[in-house]
């Protein structure tokens, strides 16, 4: 069992930056791929990044260069840096957790099992 929890969204203007951070439960975060979905206001949850158990990242495209995942098994947390934000970053960020997860997979939100509850990040013009 692992439990998340989110912090570090808020508002911020268009070009800014925010760090998000998930914080982890249990003994066993080092053998999780973790990885970071966001849903827009009226819109499907969708992938952001990933990162493997042996630090491999995956991003969606749109974010490519401005985002960056990262985790520290000895803290037992999941960050993600967001810069140069744009409106469209506007959204639920979530941290999730699974096992099995390969490079077929990790961006699809069926494979993780565990969720934390979100962390708001609005983005203004």
């Known amino acids: 069992q692992v439990q998340l929890v989110e912090s570090g969204g808020g508002l911020v203007q268009a070009g800014g930056s925010l760090r998000l951070s998930c914080a982890t439960s249990?003994?066993?975060?080092?053998?999780?791929?973790m990885s970071w979905f966001r849903q827009p206001p009226g819109k499907e949850r969708e992938f952001v990044a990933a990162?493997?158990?042996?630090?491999?990242?995956y991003y969606t495209d749109s974010v490519k260069g401005r985002f960056t995942i990262s985790r520290d098994n000895t803290k037992n947390t999941l960050d993600l840096q967001l810069n140069s934000l744009e409106p469209d970053d506007t959204a639920t960020y979530y941290c999730?957790?699974?096992?099995?997860?390969?490079?077929?997979?990790?961006?699809?939100?069926?494979?993780?099992?565990?969720w934390g509850p979100g962390t708001q990040v609005t983005v203004s013009s």
């Open positions: 999730a957790a699974g096992v099995g997860i390969n490079l077929r997979n990790y961006a699809s939100r069926q494979r993780y099992a565990y």
């Open positions: 249990g003994r066993t975060f080092s053998l999780y791929t």
């Open positions: 990162i493997s158990v042996d630090d491999n990242t």
